[in-house]
């Protein structure tokens, strides 16, 4: 069974930053990619950015780019993070972790964290 943990949300003043984690745990599975997804008052659920494993490489929305990072834990490779630079008000949000996994006999389902608050203030 497969079990998603996500931390470091908070309250932070605009300009400054926070670095999200997300650990995919269990046994008998594989992670293909860690995407981190958020969801604002009012709005749709929208991609932030995604790590994709094989070959390794990110994706990012538009208005993240040049601002968020998102990296893998380079001793545990099912923990990803996602830095978060110069943050704005429109960045408040709960954000999501998704990890694409792998399971023999079942294919690639997508799991999801519960969410945690990230909220900048003026």
């Known amino acids: 069974q497969v079990q998603v943990v996500e931390s470091g949300g908070g309250l932070v003043q605009v300009g400054g930053s926070l670095r999200l984690s997300c650990a995919a745990s269990g046994s008998g599975f594989s992670v293909n990619a860690i995407n981190w997804y958020r969801q604002a008052p009012g709005k749709r659920r929208e991609m932030v950015a995604g790590?994709?494993?094989?070959?390794?490489?990110?994706?990012y929305g538009d208005s993240m780019q040049g601002r968020f990072t998102i990296s893998r834990d380079n001793a545990q490779k099912n923990t990803a993070y996602l830095q978060m630079n110069n943050l704005e008000p429109e960045d408040t949000a709960v954000y999501y972790c998704?990890?694409?996994?792998?399971?023999?006999?079942?294919?690639?389902?997508?799991?999801w964290g519960p969410g945690t608050q990230v909220t900048v203030s003026s």
């Open positions: 998704n990890p694409v996994i792998l399971e023999p006999g079942s294919g690639l389902k997508y799991y």
């Open positions: 790590l994709y494993f094989s070959p390794e490489h990110a994706v």
